[in-house]
């Protein structure tokens, strides 16, 4: 513990409860306003009279209250008429984990939860969503992909969110006596109002590691650097993504095409269903798509906002000069989460360009065979081998 001490001053979001370091920090998208600050709107009705209270009375700023502890779900069974797509049965896998992943199987933050899961050679099943319908989900309150269910003593711990799925099962299997359900505690969801009023949710410390006391000789740089690279996966290059897989019409039903063989939705889907995800996904994509450059600024030639981000993040890890990895010797989480995203275009016209014309194939074909291969399982052998049960 002495040695994560002197790094505290550095890690200013951190506090220490219960033996263990959990982050305090506030959800990045809050912005501070005078429009929810009561101190501030009572001086806008001091000055502003009328004008200040209507303003006021327009936007609710009442707060918001927010429970203590364990807010991710805990389903007493599972979901009543759900069917199991397929399973993912991985021989090394030691962890004793009953996992299940409720996933649309291009969705970019899907593929990066099963990115992690292969790595790691955790074993789990899947439920494929209807995109549209969206029936598989119509149990849970959190209407968005992916969900995933951890069998416990307790029940079945849900999990929404990629990076705080991440998160959380990294921070478990670096771990030795800490079940599930405590460490998905350490990820509360909030609710609060945004500058309009609108009450959003957020899910805290998403991609912070719950280490406790286990730095395994990483830096706190190395640590800070992961999670912001992470972020910007999720944040920025997964923004350059649907401008592009979605550029033509001819495009996007290519794309949907290869949707539907790789998530075998003739298989999962009856016919109708399959041919609604097809033609009204693609036309509605591509339309939806143009939409997208707009509001994340790309250039008008999108492949090269694609070029751009992929380049950046090659030139990134030849910068810190340790590896072929931005982990160094062996990818760490930032790697995943890149890698995952990217694979979700793998089969579309946007990845084939990508691949001919920037810098990521090396980085990509190398993390592709880290995968696939679950290379990343004999790091967690020993912590999943110390656990009795799972909980």
Same mark, same amino acid.
């Given at each position: %513990?002495?040695?994560?001490?002197?790094?505290?001053?550095?890690?200013?979001?951190?506090?220490?409860?219960?033996?263990?370091?959990?982050?305090? #920090?506030?959800?990045?998208?809050?912005? &501070?306003?005078?429009?929810?600050?009561?101190?501030?709107?009572?001086?806008?009705?001091?000055?502003?009279?009328?004008?200040?209270?209507?303003?006021?009375?327009?936007?609710?700023?009442?707060?918001?209250?927010?429970?203590?502890?364990?807010?991710?779900?805990?389903?007493?069974?599972?979901?009543?008429?759900? $069917?199991?797509? #397929?399973?993912?049965?991985?021989?090394? +896998?030691?962890?004793?984990?009953?996992?299940?992943?409720?996933?649309?199987?291009?969705?970019?933050?899907?593929?990066?939860?099963?990115?992690?899961? +292969?790595? @790691?050679?955790?074993?789990?099943?899947?439920?494929?969503?209807?995109?549209?319908?969206?029936?598989?989900? #119509?149990?849970?309150?959190?209407?968005?992909?992916?969900?995933?269910?951890?069998?416990?003593?307790?029940?079945?711990?849900?999990?929404?969110?990629?990076?705080?799925?991440?998160?959380?099962? &990294?921070?478990?299997?670096?771990?030795?006596?800490?079940?599930?359900?405590?460490?998905?505690?350490?990820?509360?969801? $909030?609710?609060?109002?945004?500058? +309009?009023?609108?009450?959003?949710?957020?899910?805290?410390?998403? @991609?912070?590691?719950?280490?406790? +006391?286990? %730095?395994?000789?990483?830096?706190?740089?190395?640590?800070?650097?992961?999670?912001?690279? =992470?972020?910007?996966?999720?944040?920025?290059?997964?923004?350059?993504?649907?401008?592009?897989?979605? =550029?033509?019409?001819?495009?996007?039903?290519?794309?949907?095409?290869?949707?539907?063989?790789?998530?075998?939705?003739?298989?999962?889907?009856?016919?109708?269903?399959?041919?609604?995800?097809?033609?009204?996904?693609?036309?509605?994509?591509?339309?939806?798509?143009?939409?997208?450059?707009?509001?994340?600024?790309?250039?008008?030639?999108?492949?090269?906002?694609?070029?751009?981000?992929?380049?950046?993040?090659?030139?990134?890890?030849? &910068?810190?000069?340790?590896?072929?990895?931005?982990?160094?010797? #062996?990818?760490?989480?930032?790697?995943?989460?890149? @890698?995952?995203?990217?694979?979700?275009?793998?089969?579309?016209?946007?990845?084939?360009?990508?691949?001919?014309?920037?810098?990521?194939?090396?980085?990509?074909?190398?993390?592709?065979?880290?995968?696939?291969?679950?290379?990343?399982?004999? @790091?967690?052998?020993?912590?999943?081998?110390?656990?009795?049960?799972?909980?």
């Amino acid at each position: %513990m002495a040695h994560l001490n002197k790094y505290i001053s550095l890690l200013r979001n951190v506090v220490k409860c219960n033996g263990r370091f959990l982050s305090t #920090r506030p959800p990045p998208i809050v912005k &501070a306003s005078f429009l929810n600050n009561p101190v501030f709107v009572g001086l806008s009705l001091g000055v502003g009279g009328t004008l200040g209270y209507a303003y006021y009375s327009a936007i609710n700023t009442e707060p918001v209250y927010n429970e203590m502890g364990n807010t991710q779900p805990i389903l007493k069974s599972f979901p009543e008429g759900i $069917t199991v797509s #397929r399973k993912v049965r991985i021989p090394e +896998d030691t962890t004793g984990l009953k996992i299940t992943l409720f996933q649309y199987p291009t969705c970019p933050f899907c593929c990066k939860v099963r990115a992690f899961l +292969d790595y @790691y050679g955790v074993s789990y099943d899947i439920v494929e969503v209807n995109a549209v319908l969206r029936q598989q989900i #119509r149990w849970s309150s959190y209407k968005k992909v992916p969900i995933l269910l951890v069998q416990t003593p307790n029940g079945y711990q849900q999990m929404n969110d990629s990076s705080m799925i991440v998160s959380c099962l &990294a921070s478990y299997l670096s771990e030795t006596n800490v079940g599930v359900e405590e460490v998905a505690s350490y990820f509360p969801e $909030t609710e609060y109002r945004d500058d +309009d009023g609108v009450i959003k949710k957020e899910i805290m410390n998403r @991609y912070f590691l719950m280490l406790n +006391d286990r %730095m395994n000789g990483r830096s706190v740089k190395d640590i800070m650097d992961e999670r912001k690279w =992470r972020k910007w996966a999720d944040q920025t290059l997964v923004h350059t993504l649907s401008p592009n897989v979605y =550029r033509t019409k001819e495009e996007a039903f290519q794309a949907f095409e290869w949707f539907s063989e790789v998530g075998e939705w003739d298989k999962h889907f009856s016919s109708w269903e399959r041919w609604l995800m097809v033609n009204v996904g693609a036309y509605a994509m591509y339309f939806i798509s143009k939409r997208l450059k707009k509001r994340h600024n790309l250039k008008d030639e999108v492949r090269q906002s694609l070029y751009d981000e992929c380049n950046l993040w090659v030139k990134t890890i030849e &910068a810190r000069n340790n590896g072929p990895y931005f982990g160094g010797q #062996r990818p760490n989480l930032a790697d995943l989460a890149v @890698y995952g995203v990217l694979s979700s275009i793998e089969g579309c016209e946007a990845f084939k360009d990508l691949l001919g014309k920037s810098r990521i194939r090396s980085w990509y074909e190398k993390m592709k065979t880290n995968v696939t291969n679950h290379l990343g399982n004999e @790091y967690v052998k020993h912590y999943a081998n110390q656990k009795a049960v799972v909980g």
